[in-house]
């Protein structure tokens, strides 16, 4: 066991009051990750509160996340603790400028232990648990978990860790399923979870409004002149005709096309505030491309936010994407 996973036993074991949390714009990893740690420390008799965000929960609602120490109302949450003496657990953040978390409740924390697995992560924690080998922040949880209780997880700690290392290996079709992986899952299929369910749930649904969402967004499909190179786009007026701001999946549309290595997803946030989310199938490092742009992330999954409209965003990111293929 490493040195930091002792540590934070220790400090579990020593302190009483914990505030978790995951990253801005939260998927299936950090979702599900926060909420089994935070269910692993009240089993653990430990006082323990998650801040989710509202917007992001709707997916994962199979999970049965309840308001009583999970807050999705973050000036309620700052009310009650920002007079509190606790340490901060961040999730799957790779710089505190990531973390999902009022400023204010950040400086007010004690310490902050960090728990990630991005290869660039800035390393803003006390102690910084740190596996970029890992698929996800699931896989270190149940590793940690197994070190405090064992294995024998019960199933409302277990179905979220399914969640978090089903959502981010893709189901695992992507090439961070290991076998250590395969092994993670099945113990925790032992524990009674549904591996159909969570699948289902996540990658087998789609309400109407974000398949309307999803036509709309393939209209704009477009691709590099050598095909190595896939975007599409979904603007403020596209959200608002199809009702919905549903865009988990689209970006995979773009990188899934025969022969493309990179696909892009351009999301409107505002006028000049638009999100680019970077996949490859193969060779290409889009954290090193998302760098470019003061983001960050994972060799085949990674992200930025830009301050220009949404063709100049286009443009300068397709062309600097040409480096990489």
Known sequence: ??????????????????????????????IGSVTALTRLLKREMKTARAYLNRDTLAPFSFLGVKEDFFYTDSEKLKEEMTAEEFILITLDSGTLERVDLDQE????AKYIINIDHHEDNSLF????????????????????????????????????????????????????????????????????????????????????????????????????????????????????????????????LARDIEDVEIGILFTEEEEKEIKVSLRSNFYAEVNKLAAEFDGGGHPRAAGATVEKTLKETIDSVVEAAKKYV
């Open 105 to 108: 409740l950040i400086d007010s």
């Open 125 to 252: 924690g006390k102690i910084n648990l740190v596996e970029a080998d890992r698929a996800a922040v699931g896989e270190i949880i149940y590793n940690f978990a197994a070190e405090i209780i064992g294995k024998a997880l019960s199933l409302n700690i277990a179905e979220p860790l399914a969640t978090a290392i089903i959502t981010d290996t893709g189901a695992l079709r992507y090439e961070n399923t290991s076998s250590r992986v395969l092994r993670i899952l099945a113990e925790l299929m032992d524990a009674g979870v549904d591996i159909y369910k969570i699948n289902k749930k996540i990658f087998g649904s789609l309400s109407y409004k974000a398949l309307v969402l999803k036509g709309l967004a393939l209209a704009t499909l477009n691709r590099s002149e050598d095909g190595k190179i896939a975007w599409l786009y979904v603007s403020r007026q596209m959200m608002h005709e199809a009702e919905t701001d549903y865009t988990e999946g689209l970006v995979s």
């Open 1 to 30: 066991m490493q040195k930091e996973i002792k540590e934070i036993i220790k400090i579990i074991n020593e302190n009483d009051n914990f505030l978790v949390v995951g990253h801005v714009g939260a998927d299936g990893d950090s």
